[in-house]
């Protein structure tokens, strides 16, 4: 079998240039960069990173002042529901109510 053209990802070795007429290379990667291999550590509070510490504790502290505000304001001046409808104003619920509201989630129903 004879190939007039042959295309491949070799490396030019002194033994291959013996046999194969290579021609000059298109393109050259010959920068290399050699780096220890990190050791991998697991953070639990990773997510927390992004924040220093101080603006972290003015989210929860925000989160709990409005979510008492809410639940007092609730409890100040009801909503008035139809017949039949059972309103749980709770301080939890509150808190919940506010902390869904920060995260934009919605809250889940426990049975």
């Known amino acids: 079998m004879r190939a007039?053209?042959?295309?491949?990802?070799?490396?030019?070795?002194?033994?291959?240039?013996?046999v194969v007429d290579f021609t000059t290379r298109y393109m050259d990667y010959s920068v290399g960069v050699l780096l220890r291999k990190a050791e991998r550590t697991v953070d639990m509070f990773a997510c927390l990173a992004p924040f220093d510490l101080s603006l972290w504790a003015c989210i929860a502290g925000t989160v709990l002042l409005v979510g008492i505000l809410v639940y007092l304001?609730?409890?100040?001046?009801?909503?008035?529901l139809p017949m039949g409808s059972?309103?749980?104003?709770?301080?939890?619920?509150?808190?919940?109510?506010v902390y869904g509201s920060f995260v934009q989630q919605g809250k889940k129903e426990m049975r």
């Open 73 to 80: 304001l609730n409890w100040l001046n009801p909503p008035r």
């Open 86 to 97: 059972v309103s749980s104003t709770t301080l939890y619920n509150s808190m919940w109510f």
């Open 4 to 18: 007039d053209v042959g295309l491949s990802a070799l490396t030019i070795t002194p033994e291959r240039e013996s």
